[in-house]
């Protein structure tokens, strides 16, 4: 993916988000500059359209592991919230975090946990994405396989 950080336009003139790499385009114009001084969980909605909708925020203060229960209470709220505000759509994430690291254990339990919740929430969710301040990018299908253990 390219490093160029594409304009941040006023939500009206924003381009549809139809593939995985408009999605991309669309973090890295509204994630600016890379660089993170606390975990959040970014979450927008896209319409039934591919548009973006004004519904942009994010959560603060989450741990470094997620809580099962907590997200299936927020996917329940992200359900209701497209229910009336974007029928049809669906929830775009994205993790971002301090620290150059490449993907953690914790990223991927992340990623794992909001793709499970969202599918067990029967939830619509575009690929879910993590920024550091270095890199933005998409969890890919092999980093949300969990691991073997011995």
Known sequence: MDD???PLLPIEDMPPIRTQHQLYLTWR?????????????WFGLVDEGGYLTPVL????DIPAYPDAEQLMRLMEMFSEVLR????????????????RAPMTDSDRAWGRALTSAADKAGLAMRPVHLANDEELRVFADDDLVVPKTA
């Open 84 to 99: 009336h505000q974007a029928p049809g759509g669906s929830v775009a994430l994205l993790l971002s975090r301090p620290g």
């Open 29 to 41: 114009a509204l994630m600016g500059p890379l660089g993170f001084s606390e975990r959040l969980l």
């Open 57 to 60: 925020s994010q959560i603060a």
């Open 4 to 6: 160029e950080i594409p």
